[in-house]
């Protein structure tokens, strides 16, 4: 079928969920993308935090070509050559100490909830009534789709449709300790935080909000769960976000760029939480299958021996640099935020049509939270790639500046509400 044909079908025969604009991308190397009419695209949204190794890395490639050929599944009943060393190696990384694999990042959320509760329940005992039930996360997240990660999402748009949710979840005002202390009681099982939120806009947890949320999670034994989907990994330079923070979380789940491109997630966690699972308690069909687990090993691995961490921190603090030097030449640019290769511009202004006038300039970003536009790129992202998404977007921006200044002024309004005032 011609990739025309291809996006008809799509229309016609998909479910209605995604906005999408009317290309077909066919491949992929490296940095680059390119649609069915051979046009390039350079791809710093990286299939959103996915393709930490780029499109089509040898090492992958070879990889699954590999195992493909040997047993792409084979159940959980049985165990294969990799999901041991693979979960050896993400203890290694993240200090914790037993994982469990999932397909997804929202199923990973749902196993962590689950275990909360069920430490929980087994600290209270099996025949008191279960209290500790209570789930706080913070304003402002994103954990997922499924009914226990929408119900702790906090965007009224996703989870209102199809309450009634998962009881027993609340939200914290984002970084405000007093409101952490004053949700926080024996009732409460876990606390549930991105320590950067990315579809919430690309917001750094603070140190100190992080630091109360152990000591209270300690304190009333609750479970502190990092949800290190989309930051985690080698995301911000380092293993985990949360590396940044001294203390260790309870549960941490992973998942999107784990597998290169694959899916495939998975909970971490500390001896006392991940004892409180017994055979039968939990599980899943395809969560943790030989492909998928040698792919993840592979793309730990290239981290570690390609030095990808060092480039993060180089490549993310070049970015952050000639985005500050953008947001002082564009008054509607309020704030460049993020950690190596998680970095967010927040606009005075709408931003989806920013990301829908780069597409047509051949370069993949996104916007979320209406007003941030969002950059994932590649681990392997070079400083030539840097400097070509800056200048790119700069002439973006630039449209943007002339169609500001060309539009109808806007009738008066008070000071607080004009656009920009934000700043
Ligand atoms: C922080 C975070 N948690 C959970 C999820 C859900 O992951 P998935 O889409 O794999 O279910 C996402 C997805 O964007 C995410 O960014």
């Known amino acids: 079928m011609s990739a025309s044909g291809a996006r008809r079908a799509a229309e016609r025969y998909l479910m209605n ?11 992929g190397k490296g940095c680059y993308l390119w649609d069915d009419r051979g046009r390039r695209y350079l791809d710093f949204l990286g299939g959103i935090a996915v393709n930490a190794l780029g499109h ?11 195992e493909a050929a040997r047993a792409i599944h084979l159940s959980n009943l049985f165990h294969n050559p990799y999901q041991g060393p693979l979960a050896e190696k993400l203890v290694k990384w993240s200090k914790l100490d037993r994982v469990f694999f999932t397909n997804s990042g929202t199923e990973a959320i749902e196993g962590a909830l689950k275990l909360a509760r069920i430490y929980a329940r087994k600290k209270t005992g099996a025949d008191a009534p279960p209290v500790k039930t209570r789930v706080l996360a913070l304003e402002h997240s994103f954990h997922g789709r499924t009914f226990g990660a929408l119900a702790i999402t906090a965007s009224a748009k996703y989870r209102e449709p199809y309450e009634p949710l998962m009881p027993g979840a609340e939200f914290v005002r984002f970084n405000d300790v007093a409101d952490l202390e004053a949700k926080f009681d024996d009732t409460v099982c876990a606390i549930v935080l991105e320590p950067i939120q990315g579809e919430g806009g690309v917001f750094p947890v603070s140190e100190e909000f992080y630091s109360r949320a152990r000591q209270l999670c300690t304190q009333r034994d609750a479970a502190l769960i990092a949800d290190e989907i989309q930051c985690g990994l080698g995301r911000t330079g380092r293993c985990f976000a949360y590396q940044k923070f001294g203390a260790l979380p309870d549960i941490v789940v992973v998942a999107k760029p784990l597998a290169g491109g694959l899916p495939l997630g998975a909970i971490l966690a500390s001896e006392k939480f991940a004892s409180a699972f017994a055979p039968g308690l939990h599980g899943t069909t395809f969560g943790g299958g030989p492909l998928v687990c040698a792919a993840a090993l592979e793309f730990l691995t ?12 180089a490549r993310g603090e070049e970015l952050r640099a000639g985005l500050e030097k953008l947001k002082a030449k564009f008054d509607f640019v309020k704030e460049v935020r993020g950690e190596g290769l998680i970095v967010g511009m927040e606009l005075t202004i709408e931003g989806a049509a920013i990301a829908q006038e780069a597409l047509k300039r051949g370069v993949i970003i996104n916007c979320t939270h209406e007003r941030t536009l969002r950059f994932l790129p590649p681990f392997i992202v070079t400083s030539k790639h840097v400097k070509e998404f800056l200048a790119a977007l700069e002439s973006v921006l630039a449209s943007a500046a002339r169609k500001i200044k060309a539009a109808p ?5 008070p000071a607080t509400a004009a656009a920009g005032s934000a700043r």
């Open 17 to 27: 969920t995604y906005k999408r604009p009317p290309l077909v991308f066919t491949r």
């Open 56 to 66: 089509a890395h040898p090492r992958l490639v070879r990889v699954v070509r590999r």
């Open 302 to 313: 290239t981290v570690e021996r390609e030095k990808l961490l060092v480039n993060v921190r």
């Open 409 to 413: 002024a806007a009738p008066a309004r």
